[in-house]
C-alpha cells in the first residue's frame, strides 16, 4: 500500500514550516533602538600624568588611578574644581627620595609637583586650572 501524495507532501513541507519561523526571526530582525552613552561630566578633564621617582616606589595612587612600580605614565580624567589627592608607597629601608608628578591636561599649561617621603607620603595638591566654558 502506498502513501497518498497529499500526506507525502505535506510531510515533506513540515520541516521548511518548522524552519521558516526561526529564519524569519534572522532575516527580519526586531529593529534595535540605539541608546545614546552617557557623557562624562563636563567638569572633567583629561590629562596624561608622568611619575619619575629618584628610587624605585611600590605604588602611586592619583585620585584613585593607581601606578604600579613599572609604571611611569598613564592618563586619568581630573575634577579641576577638586584636589588631587596623591599617595606613595616605596619599599622598606628607601632612604628619604622625592617623587616628581607631572600632569599635561587637555588645554592647560603644565603642572609639577614634588613629593618627598620615606616608606610613605600622602598630600593634597591644589591646582590652578585655566576653565574655559
Not at 541608546?35 to 605604588?59: L, Y
Amino acid at each position: 500500500m502506498t502513501r497518498s501524495p497529499l500526506l507525502a507532501a505535506l510531510l515533506a513541507l513540515v520541516p521548511l514550516v518548522v524552519l521558516a519561523f526561526p529564519l524569519a526571526r534572522v532575516l527580519n530582525p526586531p529593529p534595535v533602538i540605539q541608546v545614546e552613552p552617557e557623557k562624562k561630566k563636563a567638569s572633567f578633564i583629561r590629562a596624561d600624568v608622568i611619575i619619575r621617582s629618584a628610587h624605585p616606589f611600590k605604588k602611586v595612587t592619583i585620585n584613585e588611578v593607581t601606578f604600579s612600580g613599572e609604571e611611569e605614565e598613564k592618563q586619568i580624567s581630573i575634577d579641576p574644581k577638586s584636589s588631587v589627592l596623591v599617595s606613595v608607597e616605596w619599599p622598606e629601608g628607601t632612604p628619604e627620595t622625592a617623587l616628581l608628578i607631572e600632569i599635561f591636561a587637555d588645554g592647560q599649561d603644565l603642572k609639577t609637583h614634588t613629593i618627598w617621603g620615606m616608606g610613605s607620603a600622602v598630600e593634597e595638591l591644589n591646582f590652578e586650572w585655566n576653565l574655559t566654558e
